[in-house]
């Protein structure tokens, strides 16, 4: 079992930065692929970004490249997403994801646990 809290979510106006984190409780979360991805109103939720269980890939949605960084610390149980340039289309909730594959990672049936979701909300 694994539990995932997400946090650093917020108000920020476009162009500016944000930095989520989600942290995993259990041992297993070193040979677990993480995902991010987000649910804007009215809207079905979107894959945005993943990395393998060890970093040594990483995969993006066409409308964050370049701009959003996925990153993980294995010691802290933790991934990151650095967002950066963010613009008003980005506002949505931001979940993390874990699966226990490393193929896949862009459907959201590959993932076997979510956590709840922090929202990020972009000013124009």
């Known amino acids: 079992q694994v539990q995932l809290v997400e946090s650093g979510g917020g108000l920020v106006q476009a162009g500016g930065s944000l930095r989520l984190s989600c942290a995993a409780s259990?041992?297993?979360?070193?040979?677990?692929?993480m995902g991010w991805f987000r649910q804007a109103p009215g809207k079905e939720r979107e894959f945005v970004a993943a990395?393998?269980?060890?970093?040594?890939?990483?995969y993006y949605a066409d409308s964050v490249k370049g701009r959003f960084t996925i990153s993980r610390d294995n010691a802290k149980n933790t991934v990151y997403l650095q967002m950066n340039s963010l613009k008003p289309e980005d506002t949505a909730v931001y979940y993390c994801?874990?699966?226990?594959?490393?193929?896949?990672?862009?459907?959201?049936?590959?993932?076997?646990?979510w956590g709840q979701g922090t929202q990020v909300t972009v000013s124009s």
């Open positions: 994801a874990a699966a226990g594959v490393n193929y896949g990672l862009g459907y959201r049936g590959t993932y076997d646990y």
């Open positions: 990395i393998s269980w060890n970093s040594g890939s990483t």
């Open positions: 259990g041992r297993t979360f070193s040979s677990k692929a």
